[in-house]
């Protein structure tokens, strides 16, 4: 009996292990998913649609312009969305008004209106009251997500950044690159790192640190530089092969055999069982 315990007590700690693994797998899928129907929704827009959408961003952007803005913190309490319906409807395509892709981490994230809890189990939120990412000088969009999910790994691993870095956020048809040019540890009330700056086109990545403990906030800013796509390898994304982490072949094989194991050895004793009883 006690052989079939620690079985019990293997597999269920292999399954506990497997899960950060496996649910990492399927949630990057669901990403992906999110990132395909986006780029298709995009296709399928002409030129003129796509254009005041644009514009749409640009009046919303310009509203922000020369007024300090006072920034809520999207991972503590009360920073969940406000209505603006301006805002809203700015680049309202679909579910997500756009795709940020980390190379040097591996991630692509969808990106969607606002930073409510809802939103930041999805993917990447765009921080309301910080600018849309148009790519035009004198705009700084705040783009956040979570470190610490077991499901999923957003920007669990943003703090591997370094200066000169490039990271890539694409909305409608413009895909536009940023470098890594400051790096910032801060208290969550800390947001004057968040204002705009006459002239640049800034996009700042905003999650918990440290990894975990959540008492301030990791921004990593970029600057606006020029896309080539030739030096720039991009995230494994819609029609790409995904790589595969062995990790996660390992625990599903793992939990697999050990599921198994237990399965013929419970029938057996069922027949050995059954078998003495007949005798």
Same mark, same amino acid.
């Given at each position: ?95 997500? =008004?756009? !795709? ?5 981490? @591996?991630?692509?994230? +969808?990106?969607?209106?606002? %930073?409510? *809890? ?94 975990? =403990?959540? !008492? ?5 800013? @970029?600057?606006?530089? +020029?896309?080539?796509?030739? %030096?720039? *390898? ?46």
């Amino acid at each position: 009996m006690k052989k079939y315990v620690f079985l019990l007590i293997f597999i269920a700690g292999l399954a506990i292990f497997s899960y950060p693994l496996i649910s990492n797998f399927f949630s990057t899928k669901v990403h992906q998913s999110v990132i395909h129907d986006y780029d298709e929704a995009v296709r399928s827009m002409d030129t003129v649609k796509i254009r005041e959408e644009k514009e749409k961003a640009e009046r919303y952007n310009e509203s922000l312009a020369g007024v300090p803005v006072g920034f809520t913190d999207p991972f503590s309490e009360g920073g969940g969305p406000e209505e603006n319906q301006d805002y809203y409807d700015a680049l309202n395509i679909g579910p997500a =008004i756009g !795709t940020v892709d980390i190379p040097k981490i @591996g991630v692509e994230l +969808p990106i969607y209106h606002g %930073t409510s *809890e809802e939103v930041l189990s999805q993917g990447a939120g765009h921080l309301e009251k910080s600018s849309l990412p148009t790519g035009k000088p004198g705009t700084h969009a705040v783009l956040t997500a979570h470190r610490g999910l077991p499901s999923a790994k957003m920007f669990r691993n943003l703090n591997e950044l370094s200066l000169g870095d490039q990271f890539l956020v694409k909305v409608l048809d413009d895909t536009m690159a940023y470098e890594v040019d400051r790096i910032e540890v801060v208290l969550p009330d800390e947001t004057e790192w968040l204002q705009m700056s006459e002239g640049e086109d800034l996009v700042t990545l905003l999650t918990c640190d440290p990894y975990m =403990i959540n !008492t301030h906030r990791l921004l990593v800013t @970029g600057k606006r530089v +020029p896309y080539e796509p030739e %030096t720039l *390898e991009t995230s494994a994304g819609p029609g790409k092969e995904v790589p595969t982490d062995r990790r996660y072949v390992w625990a599903a094989m793992a939990v697999a055999i050990a599921t198994a194991a237990a399965l013929i050895l419970y029938l057996r004793r069922k027949k050995r069982m059954a078998a003495r009883d007949e005798a």
